[in-house]
Each structure stands twice: as C-alpha cells, then as structure tokens.
C-alpha cells in the first residue's frame, strides 16, 4: 500500500487483513474541581454563560497536514459573520504567531478570547469540556476533545501516514474533512506544515460543516 514505511498505518492494514474490529478506543479525562470552576467562572467573566462557544486551534506538530494561517483565519471570520456563536482560540505561546496577521478586528472581538499561551493543561481541559464544537487539525487538544465526547471538526489528508484513521480522535463525535487521493498526490510523498489540500478544502468548506453539525 502507499507510504508503506509509515508504521501506524501498516499496524491497521496489518488488523484489518487478520479481520480486527476496529471498535475504536474510548479515552477518559478528569479535570481538577480548581480547574473546572475556573473555566466557569472566566465565561461567565466573558458574559458568555448560556450561549455556544466553540473552540479554534490552528497549530499542529505536523502529524497531518494543516491549514495555513491565513485560512484559519478565514474560519474565524466567517464564523463570526455568520454565526451568533463565541469563539476560543486554543493555542501554546510558541504558536502565537501564527495568529498575528489576522487583524485586530478579528483578535478583539468581544466574541473571542485568544488564550494562546495562557492556559495549563488543566484549565486547557477544562475549556475544552464546555465546547459545544471544537475546530481543529490533527493535534492534541482534538483528542482531549474527543475525551470528552465534545464534536470535532478537522482537516485531513487521505493518504494512509496523515489519515483520520492513523491520527483522528478514537472517541466521541469526529467529523473528518478529506479531500479525494487524486487532489493530493503531488504531495504525498513530501511534508509540509500548511497545505491548501490543492482547494479541495477550504474556510468556507469548514464553516458550513460547523454550522451543519450544531444545527443537527
């Protein structure tokens, strides 16, 4: 099969010829009683108690392909142009770069709350528990996500090393954007940190799916 060096995916190709289920894996996490009343009370600091708030991550480590910086926040602002919903930029402080050139209409809204580099794992946990949606590539606060059994929504690659399969959440409510093998393959066998999925993918692609998943 293609990339037949890369080992995850040879593990499922391996379980899928000797008839495994792939059941998948449920994960559980527990967040500090501290960390949990913490996160409630800087919502509610927000005046954003009782109403939707859904999370945006833009880094990833590189496991899968990643939207630019620019497209993401292209995402951010559609979303607030379109929606009445909150958002929480999600985010380390090496990766706040990533989000300097999106402008300060967009950075001071009173609708986002750009928590990039100012969060413990704990109280990273603990926000992400109150999503009702998070948006994000292959990274780790996707799988704390799926912990929680809060819906995700995330670009992906179709070969076999940058899968769902090899890197997607294995619990709770994943939705995987995926572009067909034939719009990706010049770039299959090199490794970029953002790729425009050869526009097959893009903002607009990622906010109607958002919207479509909170509207069910």
Known sequence: FEAAN??????????????AKRDGVQADLFVPEADRLWAEARREGLGWSGRTMVGLHVGAGGSACNFSPQTWGEVL????AETGWNVVL?????ERG??????????RSPRVWNSLGELSMGKLAAV???LSLHISPSTGPLHIAGA???PTLSPFCPFPCMSPAVWGPQSGVARFLVPPKEACRNFSLRKYNTCDFSGKL??????DEAKAMLLL
């Not at 890369?6 to 008839?19: E, N, R, S, T």
């Not at 990533?98 to 950075?107: E, K």
């Not at 893009?202 to 906010?207: E, L």
């Open 202 to 207: 893009d903002a607009r692609r990622v906010v």
């Open 90 to 94: 999600t985010g380390t402080a090496g």
């Open 77 to 80: 602002r559609l979303l607030l």
């Open 6 to 19: 890369c080992y995850p995916a040879a593990i499922l190709v391996m379980a899928d010829l000797l008839g």
């Open 98 to 107: 990533l989000i300097a050139g999106w402008g300060d209409d967009l950075l």
């Open 148 to 150: 929680f059994r809060v």
């Open 128 to 130: 992400i528990r109150g």
